[in-house]
C-alpha cells in the first residue's frame, strides 16, 4: 500500500475511507475524531508514551471531511514516527 512506502502526496479517496473505516471498526475513532486512548492500545507498549503526544497534535490538523480526518492523522503519525510502519499490519 502506498502509505506503508510513506508516499503522502496521493489524494486516494478510496485509501482515505479505508483509514475512517479501518479505525471505526477498531473503535479509535468516534463520531468525528480519534479517541486517542483507545488508539493507543492497538500499538506496542514501548511505542505508547511518545505516540500519545504526537496523536494529540496530528487530531489538530484541519480535515475535509471525516475521510480526510483519518488520513491526515495517519500521514501526520507516520511521518512523526515512521518506525511504527514496521511493526502494524493494517497499512
Not at 68 to 91: H, N
Request: hydrophobic share 35%.
Amino acid at each position: 500500500m502506498k502509505l506503508k512506502a510513506a508516499d503522502y502526496n496521493q489524494n486516494d479517496q478510496q485509501l482515505k475511507c479505508y483509514l475512517l473505516c479501518f479505525m471505526q471498526k477498531n473503535g479509535i475513532f468516534d463520531k468525528d475524531d480519534i479517541n486517542v486512548e483507545k488508539a493507543l492500545r492497538h500499538l506496542p507498549r514501548g511505542v505508547q508514551g511518545p505516540s500519545k503526544k504526537t496523536l494529540e497534535y496530528c487530531k489538530k490538523i484541519p480535515s475535509n471531511d471525516a475521510c480526510d480526518k483519518a488520513f491526515q492523522l495517519a500521514k501526520c503519525y507516520f511521518k512523526a514516527q515512521p518506525e511504527i510502519l514496521k511493526t502494524v499490519s493494517f497499512v
